[in-house]
């Protein structure tokens, strides 16, 4: 997107300072809206470092798109990402290194970014991009897209190798998760944070049968999350019929969310793979925009869904030793995975559930929309 | 070198090739000729792509991995909105084309043979159905069933017939006016037939179908509708008799000559024989249609082979809300509404510590007015449905306390209306707290009659949307 005319920069000069984020950081982000406050006239609608817009900027085109949306009933998409180890990095390797790094990581979000998003650097080390017309579902999907292209982006691996950074994105939406920006700020910065503590991150580039394998062996992985409003993940036994109950309720569930969107990818270990279809039959033929992805072994098929696409894979091929459950809505995260043994994982992280999908795309060649 | 022209502008085509060197080759020339383009590199990509797409012509090769030609074929066959697209199988080898292809075609390509293949496979197809394309559709309250099939009867009529009620959806194949087969909620058959005639509620939609759908009913259509009133009534009446749908039942003895026995008999015989069941239970999982599985278990009962395990039953209750609170209730889902089409579904979470206090519950709650049964085990999910009118249906999940389910608690909870709590001990406690701050759900404790409790949940003041979490 285009800046404005430059003739219109003087209305940030009485941006109220109070328009700052809540939360943890909101000291610093005054301190950031004044800074542009008091110096308006000097600078462009630009951050000069890396060529994203400014937070002024962003906070107004953002409270009128807001305004926009409320008074259409429209969603709009909220995306944070923060480059975290900066502070750490800038006194070994010098702000220009920094300076780099930050440009590296605005250019791969540039390339994510549609004409109509509006990309802003909104802290230190932190941008925030504005998603128009953009659901839950659209938003988190923009986030994966930037941790792909940032993870396959050439300048952004070879400033890893020495300056050992990290990626943190969160989302937040309207009206789902709030009406004002403030909110939506901070609940989008809640959910980057939230990242952090993510097993996922301890799973790094790990393909996805390693990962299944780390998940369900590996004891450094043992999930414990002592907090219980942080999304859980628990080891159990499952039996199959627990198996079944939780498979059918998932499809459920994909059911009554059939308004909205989101990708399902469940195979039925050695069985066949269209046991659970009666349940999505009360997804509309064409009214919905879902994914759906059974993976299995051939069998007497009755795949007539028009959302639903068989995998058929090889008899000798892991899948037909594991049971998987993999979802993604707008509303949930959920990922199961369990072996012929019982032995199983399920968690509702959502970047490990979004770590898992991707990585089972990667692995079968499965490309959704 | 001359070819063929073809009428293109506008066809698409879909080429699913993991040659890559072929697709380069062949893509830029089909362009060149006005066709549109896609490409797939298997047999996966090519199904979701015709679905997205919608192409006039598939080139579908031998070489694509996941799906084979024969599979992709019967799966494209087995889709109304597919059916029709024509595929042509392409490979290294002259092998004739498989039956649901149109034609076949070597490779290394022959230009104008190509073309020549095209043009006559796109001539020949008929224009396929696109996405929600129907031709009737409508509401049962105003054409019921029975009447509808003979308007189809009448103007012979081809087509599946989908029928929505209660957040259920059947299907109905019609050939020439007559019914072949029929699916309901995972049965199939009469069964499903029967079933799907006894709804009064719901809508109706008539897609085109042009596929070989084998007569697995065999019997016209004037017999059939006949004998879906009888079974409708004479089930009526004998559920009377019957102990009420979620009593369960157990096996005293087995019968002295089960050689003897009818399929229904044996089968009810069969299924008791690995535990005792609910009727609602038994009447689903026998084949035969449900008249013919409750005169079975009749039978069963009369002669002594099983009996009532103790439970306890109750009359018929009121219903759950009266029609202002209904409204409300209704009201306030579709503003949250989160499927498109269908009845207005919510949710009602109830965790109990065990799956028997689930099963002392059942009773109780089938008691009242559009309360059915849900295939489901009732540890784990949805295990019962109220149709509560006013297209409104209440899902009753259960709700597992214990903490090793703790990641399926945000699904569970998503879009839930509240909460009722069984579970006593401290997993209860836990999950309480969580509901409340979390999931920021109304909570409940169970009282002496939960349905009290459940009222007050749907009739709750609060104005806000379904919980998020």
Avoid at chain 2, 119 to 147: A, F, K, N, Y
Avoid at chain 2, 364 to 387: K, V
Wanted: net charge neutral; charged share 25%.
């Amino acid at each position: 997107m285009e800046p404005r005319p430059l003739g219109q920069r003087d209305r940030f000069t009485a941006w109220p300072a109070h328009a700052a984020v809540d939360g943890r950081g909101a000291g610093a982000e005054t301190r950031h809206v004044r800074r542009y406050v008091e110096f308006p006239q000097s600078r462009g609608l630009r951050d000069p470092e890396t060529g994203a817009f400014d937070l002024p900027f962003f906070m107004e085109y953002a409270e009128r798109e807001l305004v926009r949306a409320q008074r259409y009933g429209r969603p709009v998409g909220l995306v944070r990402m923060e480059v975290g180890g900066t502070n750490e990095m800038a006194g070994i390797h010098g702000r220009e290194a920094i300076g780099n790094l930050l440009r590296a990581s605005r250019a791969a979000v540039g390339r994510v970014a549609r004409d109509v998003d509006l990309i802003a650097r909104t802290g230190a080390n932190e941008f925030s991009v504005l998603l128009p017309e953009t659901d839950r579902f659209g938003a988190m999907t923009f986030q994966r897209r930037i941790l792909a292209v940032a993870a396959a982006d050439p300048t952004l691996a070879a400033l890893t190798r020495s300056l050992p950074f990290s990626l943190e994105v969160g989302a937040a939406t309207h009206p789902r998760d709030g009406r004002e920006l403030e909110g939506l700020l901070a609940k989008a910065r809640e959910r980057a944070r939230q990242g952090r503590r993510s097993i996922a991150r301890s799973l790094g580039s790990l393909g996805f049968w390693d990962s299944v394998s780390a998940l369900l062996e590996d004891e450094a992985l043992a999930p414990d999350d002592g907090e219980s409003a942080l999304p859980a993940s628990r080891r159990l036994r499952l039996t199959p019929l627990g198996l079944q109950a939780i498979r059918a309720e998932v499809m459920r569930e994909v059911a009554r969310e059939a308004g909205g969107r989101g990708l399902l990818f469940a195979s039925a270990g050695s069985g066949v793979i269209d046991a659970s279809l009666p349940m999505l039959e009360a997804l509309s033929p064409g009214g919905t925009s879902w994914s759906i992805y059974l993976l299995g072994k051939r069998g007497p098929s009755t795949l007539v869904h028009p959302v639903v696409s068989p995998v058929y894979v090889d008899a000798q091929d892991p899948i037909g030793r594991h049971d998987l459950l993999l979802l993604l809505s707008e509303e949930s995260a959920y990922a199961l995975l369990r072996r012929e043994d019982g032995s199983a994982f399920h968690t509702s992280d959502g970047p490990l559930v979004d770590h898992l999908l991707t990585r089972l795309q990667q692995a079968y060649d499965l490309h959704t929309d | 070198m001359t070819s063929t022209p073809i009428r293109s502008v506008g066809k698409t085509i879909l080429i699913a090739d993991p040659d890559h060197v072929s697709v380069r080759w062949l893509g830029p020339r089909l362009r060149d000729r006005g066709f549109q383009v896609h490409a797939a590199s298997d047999g996966s990509q090519a199904l979701q792509t015709t679905l997205l797409r919608h192409p006039d012509l598939i080139l579908f090769d031998r070489s694509c991995s996941l799906i084979e030609a024969e599979a992709f074929l019967r799966i494209l066959r087995s889709n109304p909105r597919t059916e029709a697209i024509p595929v042509v199988i392409t490979g290294e080898k002259e092998v004739g084309p498989p039956a649901a292809a149109q034609a076949s075609l070597r490779k290394p390509y022959v230009e104008d043979e190509l073309y020549a293949k095209i043009e006559q496979v796109i001539r020949r197809s008929r224009p396929s159905l696109p996405l929600q394309e129907s031709e009737l559709r409508g509401q049962l309250t105003q054409l019921p069933m029975p009447d509808l099939l003979q308007v189809l009867s009448m103007n012979r009529r081809t087509g599946r017939l989908l029928i929505r009620s209660g957040g259920l959806v059947g299907e109905i194949d019609v050939v020439e006016g007559q019914v072949h087969d029929a699916r309901w909620a995972g049965v199939v058959g009469e069964k499903a037939l029967f079933r799907i005639l006894a709804q009064k509620k719901g809508s109706f939609e008539l897609v085109v179908s042009t596929g070989e759908v084998p007569n697995r009913l065999g019997r016209s259509l004037d017999r059939l509708l006949l004998d879906g009133s009888y079974q409708a009534d004479e089930l009526s009446r004998l559920m009377e008799r019957l102990p009420a749908p979620m009593a369960r039942v157990e096996l005293l003895t087995e019968p002295p000559e089960p050689a003897g026995l009818s399929a229904p008999v044996a089968q009810v015989v069969d299924f008791l024989r690995t535990g005792p069941g609910t009727v609602a239970g038994i009447i689903e999982r026998v084949v035969a249609p449900d008249l013919d599985a409750a005169q079975a278990l009749e039978e069963v009962l009369q002669q002594g082979w099983a009996r009532v395990a103790g439970s306890v039953t109750f009359p018929v209750d009121r219903p759950l809300l009266d029609p202002s609170d209904l409204h409300l209730l209704r009201q306030r889902l579709l503003r949250a509404r989160r499927s498109a089409v269908g009845p207005a579904v919510g949710k009602i979470l109830l965790a109990p510590g065990s799956a028997a206090e689930i099963h002392d519950l059942a009773p109780r709650l089938a008691s009242l007015p559009g309360h059915r049964r849900a295939d489901a085990t009732r540890e784990i999910g949805t295990f019962a449905h109220l149709e509560l009118g006013e297209e409104v249906v209440l899902d009753l999940i259960s709700f597992p306390s214990d903490d090793s389910f703790r990641p399926l608690w945000p699904l569970l909870a998503a879009g839930a209306l509240g909460a009722l709590i069984l579970d006593e001990g401290p997993a209860g406690a836990g999950l309480e707290a969580w509901l409340e701050r979390v999931a920021q759900l109304p909570v409940v404790r169970a009282a002496a009659d939960p349905v009290d409790q459940l009222r007050s949940l749907l009739v709750s003041p609060m104005e806000r949307s379904p919980g998020q979490v």
